[in-house]
């Protein structure tokens, strides 16, 4: 078995490179001899290949980027004479799942349920980005959209046990389930750090996941106790305890998973997960939900994943090795503009009303300033207040060098022993 790999859609400042050659590898015992994975923009620069692709293997694969994925899936098919056909049901299911993207896709039934004749379908429950493998002659057409948690769920799910099913491959789909893992240990090591986890319920099938690379779980520490999470939302909890773990355990990053949360009665219902990763400087929250029908094991497991791509990109972009997203950098400062003027804006009317207030105290009693001072104020008074307001002038010779950090946390959280 021959194949050729296509990725098309996809701008060069947003490849993957890291999940490319994941993927690659994973495809290696069956490329062809000049194979190798090629990404194009447009279907007309990579035309030379894709012609030479189809009479030098057995089948080719397109990973088409899930924004242009009703445009060129018509492209593709029209160049090989094939006819796409809506599946009804397909349809009705990315209607439900997605009523938003219908309304902006203009070839919305195309790109989730144009499929054609006789097509093998590689779909998730939720009937969005139907792929397809089809028969063209000798050669077998693959087409899948190329969405990173989509695209790993369907190759580790489906295509890959269609392929080793159908073409005896011998293909193992341990690469794409752990690329991460290696990525991660590779941006760790190369800075020398460690990070440190919050004890959720699943810390430890995080720590079970890392743990296919020795290396890396050995960098990996843990906060064993924390406080429940009572009312204070999920999200918020997760960042709490991501910023808790890394300035208990001094360490430069914090991490924290939620439990796998879902919304109404139904335990069948899409689940939610945050995952939280803090810095010297801010805290990343992430909120993944699963696809419908993916099992809660699977989902957890594809969640542990994206939880180590995130840690490595933050830590690359803190190492200077992966430039920031200027326009996240722009939203943030836009935040941090905003909430200065809140800022400004709160005090000014403080003082207003301070302002107001005093001036009606003194109205209605009659009082001057001088007879107010004179009456109530006295040295040891201004002292008092002087300490409360400059407490760092006036430090405790004891306490000084002492690490106070931690003086306003929970002490659950602070200790490392089991619970009792």
């Given at each position: 078995m021959r194949t050729k790999l296509f990725i098309l859609g996809v701008n060069e400042d947003k490849r993957d490179h890291t999940f490319e050659s994941i993927l690659e590898r994973t495809f290696q015992p069956v490329l062809a001899p000049e194979g190798g994975l090629q990404c194009y923009q447009t279907v007309r620069d990579a035309t030379t290949e894709i012609g030479r692709a189809f009479t030098d293997s057995d089948s080719v694969f397109f990973f088409v980027e899930a924004g242009k994925y009703g445009d060129l899936k018509q492209?593709?098919?029209?160049?090989?004479?094939?006819?796409?056909?809506?599946?009804?049901?397909?349809?009705?299911?990315?209607?439900?799942?997605?009523?938003?993207l219908e309304e902006k896709d203009l070839h919305f039934s195309v790109a989730h349920a144009g499929l054609p004749e006789r097509a093998?379908?590689?779909?998730?429950?939720?009937?969005?980005?139907?792929?397809?493998?089809?028969?063209?002659?000798?050669?077998?057409?693959?087409?899948?959209?190329?969405?990173?948690?989509?695209?790993?769920?369907?190759?580790?799910?489906?295509?890959?046990?269609?392929?080793?099913?159908?073409?005896?491959?011998?293909?193992?789909?341990?690469?794409?389930?752990?690329?991460?893992?290696?990525a991660l240990r590779d941006?760790?090591?190369?800075q020398d750090i460690k990070i440190a986890v919050a004890g959720t319920k699943t810390e430890?099938?995080?720590?079970?996941?890392v743990s296919v690379n020795p290396e890396l779980a050995q960098r990996v520490m843990t906060v064993r106790k924390t406080t429940p999470r009572g009312t204070t939302p999920p999200g918020e909890y997760m960042v709490n305890l991501s910023i808790t773990a890394a300035e208990f355990m001094g360490l430069p990053y914090g991490v924290a998973i939620s439990n796998a949360y879902y919304t109404g009665n139904d335990p069948a219902?899409?689940?939610?997960?945050?995952?939280?990763?803090?810095?010297?400087?801010?805290?990343?929250?992430?909120?993944?939900?699963?696809?419908?029908?993916?099992?809660?094991?699977?989902?957890?497991?594809?969640?542990?994943?994206?939880?180590?791509?995130?840690?490595?990109q933050i830590i690359n972009v803190d190492a200077g090795l992966v430039k920031k997203d200027e326009k996240a950098e722009k939203d943030k400062l836009r935040r941090k503009k905003k909430r200065f003027k809140v800022a400004i804006v709160t005090v000014l009317v403080?003082?207003?009303?301070?302002?107001?207030?005093?001036?009606?105290?003194?109205?209605s009693h009659n009082y001057s300033i001088q007879d107010w001072v004179q009456t109530y104020i006295h040295e040891d008074t201004i002292s008092d207040w002087f300490r409360k307001l400059f407490p760092f002038l006036h430090q405790d010779p004891i306490m000084e060098g002492a690490d106070q950090t931690h003086q306003a946390v929970d002490s659950a959280l602070l200790t490392d022993a089991p619970e009792q």
């Open positions: 492209v593709l098919c029209r160049a090989f004479g094939l006819e796409l056909r809506v599946n009804e049901q397909l349809l009705l299911g990315a209607q439900k799942s997605a009523p938003e093998d379908v590689f779909v998730l429950s939720d009937s969005l980005y139907a792929g397809f493998a089809v028969r063209r002659g000798r050669q077998t057409l693959f087409l899948l959209p190329w969405e990173r948690e989509r695209t790993g769920v369907l190759l580790t799910n489906q295509v890959i046990p269609y392929l080793n099913a159908r073409a005896r491959a011998g293909l193992s789909p341990d690469p794409i389930r752990f690329y991460s893992v290696e941006a760790m090591v190369r430890s099938l995080f720590r079970r996941f219902a899409p689940k939610t997960v945050y995952l939280a990763v803090t810095n010297d400087e801010e805290t990343t929250l992430r909120k993944l939900t699963s696809f419908y029908g993916e099992s809660t094991a699977d989902f957890l497991f594809r969640c542990c994943r994206e939880l180590c791509a995130l840690l490595t403080m003082l207003l009303a301070l302002g107001g207030g005093t001036w009606y105290y003194f109205t």
